[in-house]
């Protein structure tokens, strides 16, 4: 029963990820590749804005994620689109990286 409720969680963020990036495509097609980014990012801060201020009100529930990952995906979107990087392949890197660097921060720390 837990791994079905990872995988329904796991497809519900990628379907709103994909939203995400199909919203920024619209909206980048419909103002012919020009302010697309201008016009999105106020709608981004709206979703990151929404999801920060649903968590605590609502603890125990998960469905305001749903706002967090569409936005990531529209960020995704932008960075893949306009600045020919994905953003999604930095983080997986940088989170290896800090887990490194506080595991050897914990374990110098208590070794003394």
């Known amino acids: 029963m ?59 529930v998960r469905w305001h994620m749903w706002y967090s990952s569409m936005a990531c995906g529209m960020v995704n979107a932008v960075s893949a689109e306009k600045g020919n990087a994905v953003t999604c392949m930095v983080t997986g890197h940088s989170k290896r990286a800090a887990a490194a660097a506080a595991a050897n921060s914990v374990t110098t720390m208590f070794a003394s």
């Not at 409720?5 to 097609?29: C, H, P, R």
């Open 2 to 60: 837990h791994r079905a409720m990872l995988s329904l969680a796991f497809a519900e963020q990628w379907s709103a990820a994909g939203t995400g990036y199909a919203i920024f495509k619209a909206v980048d097609n419909k103002l012919e590749q020009r302010g697309s980014t201008t016009a999105i990012a106020p709608v981004i801060l709206g979703l990151f804005v929404v999801t920060d201020l649903l968590r605590p009100r609502f603890p125990d």
